[in-house]
């Protein structure tokens, strides 16, 4: 986690100048507003309410994201047991332009003391808008992988498995190490998943090269030389057959 800093400083990094809480109503819809609906009872639809609504929008003023986080492994098949917000990834250069169409739509949009995202308000739930992944920038090579999937009826662009994953192994740290949370994730889109390239890029780091340790002494995945195929059986050939065989 980055040192909390001030908030120009701030706003120079995430390439949004004076960000404020939008004015009027911090309600997304208007209670007025014939585009009302009751905010649903259960939790994981209004998370997904909400990641349909800012979907629809970015998608409508052609910002390039893609949706991550839980509600993206549910697009890719996950079981329906959403986090507590909705995450989008989108690019630095756009973190302006996408806060004032989100402001535009009547989304409250704010600065946090974490200098990688945005945060807005939809429906009530929280939506991050992250520009960098475990300490990377993200790029158009990162969404152009990603893949248009229906979130409950609404099609929109998703990060890969495999980049949803590697965001995730690449975030371990000595301070930040959860792999029960990750585990259920990894079992659930192995199939989907680039296992040689996660291991090319996340490897070599202690935390993630445990991960895959616990993940091969599951049977999820194969361990990393299985692909080599198994050791040359020793010859059992008598001494005097293999003196012959020599001359």
Request: net charge negative; hydrophobic share 45%.
């Given at each position: 986690?980055?040192?909390?800093?001030?908030?120009?400083?701030?706003?120079?990094?995430?390439?949004?100048?004076?960000?404020?809480?939008?004015?009027?109503?911090?309600?997304?819809?208007?209670?007025?507003?014939?585009?009302?609906?009751?905010?649903?009872?259960?939790?994981?639809?209004?998370?997904?309410?909400?990641?349909?609504?800012?979907?629809?929008?970015?998608?409508?003023?052609?910002?390039?994201?893609?949706?991550?986080?839980?509600?993206?492994?549910?697009?890719?098949?996950?079981?329906?047991?959403?986090?507590?917000?909705?995450?989008?990834?989108?690019?630095?250069?756009?973190?302006?332009?996408v806060a004032a169409t989100l402001r535009e739509a009547g989304l409250a949009v704010y600065t946090p003391p974490e200098d990688w995202l945005l945060k807005a308000n939809c429906l009530g739930q929280q939506v991050d808008l992250i520009?960098?992944?475990?300490?990377?920038?993200?790029?158009?090579?990162?969404?152009?992988?990603?893949?248009?999937?229906?979130?409950?009826?609404?099609?929109?662009?998703?990060?890969?498995?495999?980049?949803?994953?590697?965001?995730?192994?690449?975030?371990?740290?000595?301070?930040?190490?959860?792999?029960?949370?990750?585990?259920?994730?990894?079992?659930?889109?192995?199939?989907?998943?680039?296992?040689?390239?996660?291991?090319?890029?996340?490897?070599?780091?202690?935390?993630?090269?445990?991960?895959?340790?616990?993940?091969?002494?599951?049977?999820?995945?194969?361990?990393?030389?299985?692909?080599?195929?198994?050791?040359?059986?020793?010859?059992?050939?008598?001494?005097?057959?293999?003196?012959?065989?020599?001359?």
């Amino acid at each position: 986690m980055t040192q909390p800093a001030d908030d120009s400083a701030l706003d120079q990094r995430a390439g949004v100048s004076e960000l404020r809480l939008a004015a009027g109503d911090p309600e997304f819809v208007p209670l007025n507003d014939p585009r009302h609906e009751e905010l649903p009872l259960d939790r994981n639809q209004a998370i997904l309410q909400a990641a349909k609504q800012v979907g629809s929008i970015l998608k409508k003023n052609e910002h390039p994201f893609a949706l991550a986080g839980s509600v993206a492994v549910y697009a890719h098949g996950g079981t329906q047991n959403l986090q507590h917000d909705v995450d989008f990834c989108i690019r630095p250069d756009d973190a302006e332009a996408v806060a004032a169409t989100l402001r535009e739509a009547g989304l409250a949009v704010y600065t946090p003391p974490e200098d990688w995202l945005l945060k807005a308000n939809c429906l009530g739930q929280q939506v991050d808008l992250i520009f960098e992944l475990a300490h990377e920038p993200v790029t158009s090579e990162l969404l152009a992988r990603a893949q248009d999937l229906s979130v409950d009826s609404v099609l929109m662009p998703v990060l890969s498995p495999t980049d949803l994953l590697h965001g995730l192994l690449a975030a371990f740290s000595e301070h930040h190490c959860n792999f029960g949370a990750v585990l259920p994730i990894a079992r659930t889109l192995r199939e989907k998943i680039d296992w040689e390239a996660l291991r090319r890029d996340c490897g070599d780091d202690p935390m993630p090269a445990a991960f895959f340790f616990i993940l091969e002494r599951l049977d999820i995945i194969p361990p990393a030389d299985a692909s080599a195929g198994p050791p040359a059986a020793p010859s059992t050939a008598p001494a005097a057959t293999v003196k012959e065989e020599r001359r």
